[in-house]
């Protein structure tokens, strides 16, 4: 049962690079999210989808891009790599909040990003 | 707007004694309210979650917490800890009947169980 995979799991990155994390999902969840998690922070949304094609700004969206041009895959992008990046990022879906569904969230492991 | 407190950010714990991790929230509508656990270099993992009826609710590994309406709290207990418990325990609530389907998270109590 793979539920929710993240690439890479490690990455190092120096200021100004590029680089995107990979989530995907098989559960068929219409709604995706990504989190960064920092010590004593817990975990800040950073952007989320809430189906094929749309995205929306969360709580910490700035320096990042997302994209969900397939329903299972949601892609977080950062075009110019800081220091203040450095965090372990966490993927997760969901179904449809609603009288049936109560929007509980599947993550995945993590990927954990460090910015020189 | 919504928020949850966890009002200690680190709790030890000697194995086998009791421990209640707090868990206070704020919201102007009816939420729905989640209790998750994360063990070291994991993800996190839905340790048990309140959504209406019995305001006791039972999770996985013997937790439980009780839905307090009044006192906005959902304090999660276990009447006694392992080794194996120790991790970093996060408290959520989400709206009930909204669209924007995320959860807001407090910030994390780490759990330490001491032999």
């Known amino acids: 049962n793979a539920g929710v995979t993240q690439t890479p799991k490690f990455r190092v990155l120096k200021t100004g690079q590029s680089m995107t994390l990979l989530c995907a999902q098989d559960?068929?969840?219409?709604?995706m999210y990504w989190y960064r998690q920092d010590p004593g922070m817990g975990l800040r949304l950073i952007h989320y989808s809430v189906g094929e094609g749309t995205t929306a700004k969360g709580e910490v969206p700035d320096g990042y891009n997302v994209s969900r041009l397939k329903k299972q895959n949601f892609l977080l992008g950062l075009e110019s790599a800081a220091p203040s990046q450095t965090s372990v990022y966490f993927c997760a879906s969901s179904l449809e909040p609603g009288l049936a569904n109560t929007g509980e969230l599947f993550f995945g492991e993590g990927s954990r990003l460090t910015v020189l | 707007a919504q928020s949850v407190t966890q009002l200690d950010s680190q709790v030890p714990v000697f194995e086998e004694a009791p421990v209640e991790l707090r868990c206070n929230y704020s919201?102007?509508?009816?939420?729905?309210l989640f209790w998750y656990v994360q063990y070291p270099n994991q993800g996190l993992q839905l340790l048990l979650k309140y959504l209406s009826g019995s305001t006791l609710v039972k999770g996985i590994n013997g937790f439980e917490a009780e839905f307090n309406k009044s006192q906005t709290s959902f304090h999660l207990r276990k009447p006694s800890v392992h080794i194996s418990d120790t991790a970093e325990y996060f408290c959520a609530v989400s709206r009930t009947g909204g669209s924007q389907g995320n959860l807001i998270f407090g910030k994390g109590t780490k759990l330490s169980v001491k032999p």
């Open positions: 919201s102007s509508v009816s939420v729905y």
């Open positions: 559960m068929n969840h219409e709604y």
